[in-house]
């Protein structure tokens, strides 16, 4: 039987991930605990797996059915004694105004587990009550179970909040004093992924889960009555390789297209660029996004990578890159007044920092010209970047939602490489890595 809990926000900023990244943290000591992400989010899930050691993963209702919704939940809950879902924004936001879809409340939903809700109470007392009472009142198929009240200024400031949550009629499982210390830092990509392994702040989080009864929080959990554990992914023997960057410059990716890769009998092997290491020998390289713009220098250094991936392409081998690993198959990339070489199988050029752009979800159909896909697929863009484009450009997808690379348009092409600046989830689609293998065999 999969157990589970959602933990839920009022909104954004109210201190979710800092929260549920310490109560992660706090019931591995004695649990096994699976973390799970609410959209299209990949720093979030580093901090899960630095709090449990286990692969967080995203579960998100615009990419992907229902039904692999769950399906994913029960997949990566094997062996866990509690999954823990960190939502995304308030309770009820999703892609649209109109609907759930995509949103935390759906995803409660399509797991049957409840929810506890994170507040923000700075200033408030017997308004939290109402903000509760709100919540609890929108949907009633919602099982919000419990609430944690986040940046309680004193010990006054908690007797109020003691005597006004009594006419919300709900569990109050914890009220975490405010401290600055403990937030969780931003940069403009997101949360800093750096900060996943640094231990002083994953303790000051843990610590932020001492006043939540956590005995209190297992009880409330509950969940599907199943033991299904069915593989979500197409299993097939090709006996390729492929070779994936994994560190600060390229850590992007949805666990669920590496493991897509793996169940066709695809080998991988990571690798670490920043670290000097060479482009390993490899039948697909998957070059994902991350921090790029933050390490140019070093990365321009380890011409090994740019030429391997320059010479793999002219050799007509599968290369694949999003995002920022998109950026590093252009020509160049500008930051400020320095222009750093790339692989250069693209006439592209980028400047970063440059127009922002995202989150925003992606519905994109494969042109003529992709030669690695071939039916519609789902993701998501968010970049800090502008691209300048060759003449000659060559594209792989139209984009039937979301925001375009050009003018309706994204993926490059060239020969069998193919760099979006979109993130497709495998799981969007049918048997994802088919045309991959068929392209290498």
Not at 39 to 51: C, E, N, Q, T
Not at 192 to 203: G, R, V
Not at 350 to 376: H, M
Request: aromatic share 8%.
């Amino acid at each position: 039987m999969m157990r589970g809990v959602v933990i839920a926000g009022t909104g954004s900023g109210v201190g979710k991930t800092a929260i549920a990244t310490g109560l992660m943290r706090k019931l591995s000591r004695r649990k096994t605990v699976q973390g799970f992400k609410v959209g299209p989010d990949f720093i979030d899930p580093i901090y899960h797996r630095s709090a449990t050691q286990r692969y967080s993963r995203n579960l998100d209702s615009f990419m992907m059915p229902k039904k692999t919704v769950r399906d994913v939940a029960i997949y990566g809950s094997r062996g866990a004694d509690i999954s823990i879902v960190e939502g995304v924004r308030g309770l009820y936001e999703g892609a649209s105004g109109k609907n759930e879809t995509g949103s935390t409340a759906e995803i409660a939903k399509i797991l049957g587990f409840p929810v506890v809700l994170v507040l923000d109470s700075t200033s408030l007392s017997r308004s939290a009550a109402a903000i509760v009472n709100g919540f609890k009142a929108y949907d009633r198929e919602i099982d919000i179970a419990g609430v944690i009240l986040n940046n309680v200024s004193g010990s006054q400031h908690e007797t109020k909040l003691k005597d006004a949550m009594k006419s919300a009629d709900i569990n109050v499982l914890g009220m975490v004093r405010k401290d600055p210390e403990s937030k969780i830092p931003l940069r403009r990509l997101g949360l800093n992924t750096e900060a996943a392994f640094n231990k002083e702040k994953m303790d000051r989080v843990e610590g932020m889960a001492d006043s939540i009864d956590t005995d209190q929080l297992m009880d409330i959990c509950y969940g599907p009555d199943t033991d299904e554990e069915r593989s979500p992914y197409k299993i097939r023997d090709s006996g390729l390789t492929a070779a994936i960057p994994m560190d600060d410059a390229f850590c992007f990716y949805y666990r669920e297209n590496i493991e897509c890769l793996a169940a066709s009998g695809i080998k991988i092997e990571y690798f670490s660029p920043l670290k000097g290491d060479p482009l390993p020998d490899a039948d697909i390289y998957y070059i994902g996004g991350g921090h790029p713009e933050l390490h140019l220098e070093k990365l321009s250094e380890n011409r090994d990578f740019y030429q391997g991936l320059k010479t793999a392409h002219e050799d007509n081998k599968v290369i694949i890159g999003e995002c920022g690993g998109t950026i590093s198959l252009c020509r160049s990339i500008r930051s400020g007044d320095k222009v750093y070489k790339a692989a250069g199988i693209f006439s592209a050029e980028f400047d970063t920092p440059g127009e922002r752009s995202g989150p925003s979800y992606v519905v994109a159909r494969p042109t003529k010209e992709c030669g690695l896909f071939d039916k519609v697929v789902r993701g998501h863009v968010y970049y800090y970047s502008t691209m300048n484009l060759g003449s000659e450009s060559r594209f792989g997808f139209d984009v039937l939602r979301g925001t375009s690379l050009w003018l309706g348009k994204d993926g490059l092409v060239s020969k069998n490489t193919l760099g979006t600046c979109m993130y497709q989830h495998a799981l969007s689609t049918e048997d994802w890595a088919e045309k991959i293998v068929e392209r290498c065999e």
